[in-house]
């Protein structure tokens, strides 16, 4: 019985266990693989005598950077329908990351200033936009996780605006401390790990404690970033975008979208799980 019961639970919390990773995170990750840069440079230098043309310049329109990939001479490999996927999300990316630098001036208030707060607090850690995957030797899983999925859901009970607020202020959360005696797993980690959360409630505003939080929040009801992803987050931040995506509007429907996980309550949150 001891077996089975030990099989149930492994079994429940297997997907916990498994790394995870957005499409944006695999493209930058392939394109190194593939050595993307080594062709496309070049048409930084030289654009009328390069061999391939910059991932800064072109089409916009995921489609046609897919279509683009797939038709082109050069690849050290085949590559597959879902890696040209990855790689269409990492090259959005990288001409998001083009346009909002080559911007005559940036835009003041609202997303783009929380942004530029989470790009100086954030990301250096989390990843490009929230994620994640630097590497954090001594950790569950052994990367810091992004603002998206499995990972991010239990970690903030399901994005609850308590838990992500105590993260952002003091850490960690409350929860981290449940257990008895000595006996306290997220606890344990969280010292063991090289990389550990800062406490930003002497440094940030409690305004911008909020303001990081809605922003975490975006980024886990678009996330993982694919390239509609992207396009959606342009638009919402003000950058144009190409004109065959606006169906990215409707990127998350209410059916993706995770739930918020209620917080236990009463003597169980007292005692811890």
Same mark, same amino acid.
């Given at each position: ?48 005598? $390069? #061999?391939?043309?910059?991932?800064? !310049? %072109? ?6 950077? /897919? *279509? =683009? ?32 630098? $080559? #911007?005559?001036?940036?835009?003041? !208030? %609202? ?6 707060? /989470? *790009? =100086? ?32 859901? $239990? ?39 090289q990389v550990r959360m800062p ?17 975490m929040s975006l980024l886990r ?5 694919d390239a509609s992803g992207v ?43």
């Open positions: 019985m001891a077996v089975a019961g030990f099989g149930v639970l492994a079994w429940m919390a297997r997907d916990h266990l498994l790394p995870e990773t957005s499409p944006m995170q695999r493209g930058a990750a392939l394109a190194e693989d593939l050595d993307c840069w080594s062709c496309h440079a070049a048409a930084l230098r030289d654009p009328d005598h $390069a #061999a391939a043309p910059s991932l800064f !310049g %072109g089409s916009r329109r995921p489609q046609e950077i /897919a *279509r =683009r990939i797939r038709e082109a001479d050069g690849h050290t490999r085949a590559i597959s329908d879902a890696e040209i996927a990855s790689l269409v999300a990492w090259i959005a990316v990288v001409q998001y990351e083009a346009d909002r630098a $080559a #911007a005559k001036a940036p835009i003041r !208030g %609202g997303l783009p200033e929380v942004e530029r707060l /989470a *790009r =100086r607090q954030c990301f250096s850690c989390h990843g490009d936009l929230g994620q994640g995957g630097v590497s954090n030797p001594g950790s569950l899983k052994g990367y810091v996780p992004g603002f998206f999925g499995r990972d991010y859901d $239990a970690l903030t009970w399901g994005d609850d605006p308590d838990v992500v607020r105590e993260w952002i202020r003091d850490g960690l959360p409350g929860f981290f401390h449940w257990g008895v005696g000595r006996l306290r797993p997220g606890l344990w980690y969280s010292e063991r790990q406490a930003f409630g002497q440094t940030l505003s409690p305004r911008q404690w909020e303001a990081l939080a809605r922003y009801e678009l996330g993982p970033l396009v959606e987050y342009r638009r919402r931040l003000g950058l144009p975008v190409a004109e065959d995506t606006s169906r990215a509007a409707s990127r998350a429907p209410a059916s993706r979208r995770r739930p918020r996980r209620a917080r236990p309550t009463g003597r169980r949150a007292r005692e811890g799980p």
